[in-house]
C-alpha cells in the first residue's frame, strides 16, 4: 500500500497541491472511488470527487464514502476554503488544476493505489508472491522468481523438492555467486536470453543444489526476469505447459509492477534536477520531494566495472531509489553516467555510510567511487552539485581515500585540483620564477625545482628544507644563491613567495 505522502510527492508534477492536514501525509491509502449516481454506498480511502461542484461540495462526499482524502478540480484561489474544509472534516483535501484531464488523472492514481502494494523492494504487486504460490502447486515444485540479475523477486510457500541451495537464495535475496557462475558455465544464463522454451538444470551436489527448471520472463525481446522450479527431473505434460504458461503471468505482473515504479522514479528524478540546476522554488520542491526544509548534501556515484558498466549504474539508481519515499533518506536522480542523490545533512560521516549501504547492495566486482558535496541549503544545491562533483573525481583519481571525500574536509585537496586543471588549460602564467628554474634543471641536471619547494614548504628554515632534500643546510643556501642568478627570486617578498607556492601546486601532478 502506498501513503498519502507518496501519492502528494507523484501528483505534485501534475499540478495537483495538498490543502492543510500535513499530520496526514503518513495515512495508508488502500482502495480508490469515484462517485457513482446509481450507487450512494461509494466507499475508498481515495475519493476523486469528478462532477463536485464545489470544494464544500467534495469534502461532503468525501464524508459519506469515509475517504482520507479527495481529489477536486478547483483554482489556487479555493485553497483556503479547501483547507478549512478539510479541517473541519477531518479530510485532507487535494486542489486539481483545471486545466489537467480527469482521466489521465485517474490512471495516475489507480495505478500508484491498487498496484503500487509494498514487496521487498517497496514496490510492486504483494500477488506476485501468490502468483509464485500457485504457480509451485500446478508444477509440484519450490517456485523463486527473479530479476536478471539473479535477485529474488518473489517465491513460494511450498518446499517440495527445496534443497540448500534455494534456502541461501531466499535468505540472501539473491543467488550466491558460485551459483551463477555454475549456471554460467553450462550456458544456462545464454539460453535464458535466447529463448521462452522452459529448460532442465541438472543438480550439483557440491552446492547442494538438486535439480531445477527455468524459463524466462520476457516481454516482446526483452527480458524481465526469469521463474525457477525446484525438481528432481525434467516438468513434462501438464506442468511443463504450466510452467510456460505461468512465466507468462510473471511478465504481465512485473510490467505493472515496473510502470508504477518507473512513474515516481521518473517524478522524483525531475524534481531532484530542478533542485541540482536551480530553481526559484526550491523550498516547495524540496517540500514535494518530503524532505525537511534544511540543509542538505549532494552524494554523487559513479560505478566502474568491467562488465555491464551501464547496468551496474541503473542497478545502483535503483538500490537507491528503492522503498517509499518516506522509508528512505535521500532522492536520486540519475544524470548521463552519474548517480546523484540529495541527502538531508547528518554530517559526512552519514553521506559515507549511505554510499557504503548502497554499494554493499551492488555485486562484490563493481567499484563505487562517491563524492560528497558541503551542507546547503536548498537554493544552494547546484554549487553544492558542483562540489560533489569535483570531490567524485578526486576519488577517482586517487582511490587510496578510506570512503568518499567529502567537500568541508578536502576543499584544499579540490583547490589544488582546480589550480591543476587551470594549468592545464594554460591559465597560468607560461613565465616566471619557477618555469626559468624548471628550464634549468633540464638542461643542466640541477635540482632548483625541489630545493625551492623544500625551501617554501619548510618556511624558509634551511635545517628542514636540507633533512627534506638528504643534503646539508649550506647544500641549500649554495643551491638558493646560484638560482637567484638563474632568476630573480624576491625570496624576502611574501606575495611572491606565495605565488611561487601557487604555482608549484598547481603544477604538481
Not at 466507499?43 to 461542484?53: E, I, K, P, R, Y
Not at 518516506?326 to 532522492?331: A, N, Q
Request: net charge neutral.
Amino acid at each position: 500500500m502506498i501513503t498519502l505522502d507518496r501519492l502528494v510527492n507523484v501528483l505534485g508534477v501534475y499540478g495537483v497541491r495538498l490543502c492543510g492536514r500535513p499530520d496526514r501525509r503518513t495515512a495508508r491509502l488502500r482502495s480508490v472511488a469515484i462517485p457513482d449516481a446509481t450507487d450512494g454506498r461509494v466507499t475508498g480511502d481515495v475519493l476523486v470527487a469528478v462532477g463536485a461542484g464545489s470544494v464544500t461540495e467534495a469534502v461532503r462526499w468525501a464524508v459519506a464514502a469515509q475517504a482520507t482524502v479527495v481529489l477536486v478540480r478547483a483554482g489556487a484561489e479555493t485553497a483556503r476554503e479547501a483547507t478549512v474544509a478539510g479541517e473541519s472534516n477531518d479530510v485532507a483535501v487535494m486542489l486539481v488544476d483545471p486545466a489537467v484531464s480527469w482521466s489521465h488523472l485517474v490512471g495516475v492514481v489507480y495505478g500508484l493505489v491498487l498496484e503500487g502494494r509494498e514487496t521487498e523492494s517497496g514496490r510492486g504487486p504483494t500477488d506476485l508472491f501468490a502468483l509464485a504460490d500457485s504457480l509451485a502447486d500446478a508444477v509440484g515444485g519450490a517456485v523463486t522468481i527473479e530479476d536478471p540479475l539473479s535477485r529474488v523477486l518473489a517465491y513460494s510457500r511450498s518446499q517440495q523438492a527445496g534443497d540448500p541451495a534455494r534456502l541461501e537464495t531466499i535468505l540472501v535475496r539473491q543467488v550466491p555467486e558460485r551459483l551463477r557462475e555454475v549456471f554460467r558455465e553450462r550456458g544456462v544464463f545464454a539460453r535464458l536470453a535466447a529463448t521462452d522454451e522452459p529448460m532442465f538444470v541438472e543438480p550439483d551436489p557440491r552446492h547442494g543444489m538438486t535439480g531445477r527448471m527455468a524459463v524466462a520472463v520476457r516481454a516482446g525481446r526483452e527480458l524481465l526476469g526469469s521463474v525457477w522450479v525446484t525438481c528432481g527431473s525434467p516438468l513434462t505434460g501438464t506442468r511443463h505447459t504450466a510452467l510456460a504458461n505461468g512465466a507468462r503471468t510473471v511478465a504481465l505482473h512485473l510490467l505493472r509492477s515496473r510502470a508504477s515504479a518507473d512513474l515516481e522514479r521518473q517524478v522524483e528524478s525531475d524534481l531532484v534536477v530542478r533542485l541540482l540546476e536551480g530553481t526559484a522554488d526550491a523550498a516547495t520542491v524540496v517540500s514535494r520531494l518530503g524532505l525537511p526544509a534544511r540543509e542538505m548534501r549532494v552524494v554523487a556515484v559513479r560505478t566502474h566495472t568491467t562488465e555491464e558498466p551501464h547496468a551496474m549504474l541503473l542497478l545502483a539508481f535503483e538500490r537507491a531509489t528503492t522503498g517509499f519515499g518516506w522509508s528512505r533518506p535521500g532522492r536520486s536522480a540519475l544524470l548521463g553516467d552519474t548517480l546523484y542523490t540529495v541527502l538531508p545533512d547528518a554530517g559526512a560521516a552519514a553521506a559515507r555510510d549511505w554510499v557504503a549501504t548502497l554499494a554493499a547492495g551492488l555485486p562484490s566486482r563493481v567499484r563505487v567511487a562517491a563524492g560528497i558535496g558541503a551542507a546547503a541549503q536548498p537554493a544552494d544545491l547546484p554549487a553544492a552539485r558542483q562540489e560533489a562533483e569535483e570531490c567524485l573525481a578526486l576519488h577517482e583519481r586517487d582511490t587510496s581515500h578510506a570512503g568518499p571525500p567529502a567537500y568541508d574536509e578536502s576543499w584544499d585537496d579540490i583547490l589544488l585540483q582546480r589550480l591543476r586543471a587551470a594549468a592545464r588549460a594554460a591559465r597560468t602564467p607560461a613565465r616566471g620564477p619557477v618555469s626559468a628554474l624548471r628550464r634549468h634543471d633540464a638542461l643542466h641536471d640541477t635540482h632548483y625545482v625541489a630545493t625551492l619547494r623544500a625551501w617554501l614548504e619548510a618556511q624558509g628554515d634551511l635545517a628542514v628544507a636540507a633533512e627534506r632534500l638528504g643534503v646539508h643546510a649550506n647544500t641549500v643556501r649554495n643551491r638558493l644563491r646560484r638560482m637567484s642568478e638563474v632568476t630573480p627570486l624576491h625570496l624576502d617578498d611574501p606575495r611572491k613567495r606565495l605565488a611561487m607556492v601557487i604555482t608549484l601546486a598547481a603544477e604538481d601532478d
